[in-house]
T-cell receptor, first 113, second 112 residues
Framework: GESVGLHLPTLSVQEGDNSIINCAYSNSASDYFIWYKQESGKGPQFIIDIRSNMDKRQGQRVTVLLNKTVKHLSLQIAATQPGDSAVYFC????????????FGKGTKLSVIP | DTGVSQDPRHKITKRGQNVTFRCDPISEHNRLYWYRQTLGQGPEFLTYFQNEAQLEKSRLLSDRFSAERPKGSFSTLEIQRTEQGDSAMYLCASLRGEETQYFGPGTRLLVL
């Protein structure tokens, strides 16, 4: 069925290195994607979003890339810090009008000091 | 802190009991969403409100679940006759127009 999924369930990186978290989506009609960060015991926290009319969007230390040809989304975190350790979810807007989010399973990012 | 608050943060109950959770969205946000998240999974949509009207419900929302938003501000989610399978994190999110959904801290429910 239509779903948003992640390639890697866990990712370990050295502090200071760059991190790349990947996500595949199957609904070609999706036009809005969001990355959320979730720390243990907390709700998802908005990181960055991108609409389908864009290929790239940058924020503070984060960049989201969208490849509509292969239905792939990635989140790049520059100079990863221990505070970046969390589970990262990509989500897409589904349900025309309702703007409900469909989430993937998530990738756990562990930063090694 | 996103501005969305939920109460209680944790709830332990015995199977068969009723529980009620509350969500206070960001004040100017007209849309309010409930999601459920089980361990190791992403949040799953349950239902949403636009102002006081409940406009959509997921198939996950069995008849033991009921949600209200009586004045278009705070919302409650009640689970009747709780089952062990109801153990999860219940998340509330709000948004205005087509902007990003902001999530509250969640209510973690454990049914014994």
């Amino acid at each position: 069925g239509e779903s948003v999924g992640l390639h890697l369930p866990t990712l370990s990186v050295q502090e200071g290195d760059n991190s790349i978290i990947n996500c595949a989506y199957s609904n070609s009609a999706s036009d809005y994607f969001i990355w959320y960060k979730q720390e243990s015991g907390k709700g998802p926290q908005f990181i960055i979003d991108i609409r389908s009319n864009m290929d790239k969007r940058q924020g503070q230390r984060v960049t989201v890339l969208l490849n509509k040809t292969v239905k792939h989304l990635s989140l790049q975190i520059a100079a990863t810090q221990p505070g970046d350790s969390a589970v990262y979810f990509c989500a897409e807007i589904t349900g025309a009008g309702s703007y409900q989010l469909t989430f993937g399973k998530g990738t756990k990012l562990s930063v090694i000091p | 802190d996103t501005g969305v608050s939920q109460d209680p943060r944790h709830k332990i109950t015995k199977r068969g009991q009723n529980v009620t959770f509350r969500c206070d969205p960001i004040s100017e946000h007209n849309r309010l969403y409930w999601y459920r998240q089980t361990l190791g999974q992403g949040p799953e949509f349950l239902t949403y409100f636009q102002n006081e009207a409940q406009l959509e419900k997921s198939r996950l929302l069995s008849d033991r679940f009921s949600a209200e938003r009586p004045k278009g501000s705070f919302s409650t989610l009640e689970i009747q006759r709780t089952e062990q399978g109801d153990s999860a994190m219940y998340l509330c999110a709000s948004l205005r127009g087509e902007e990003t959904q902001y999530f509250g801290p969640g209510t973690r429910l454990l049914v014994l």
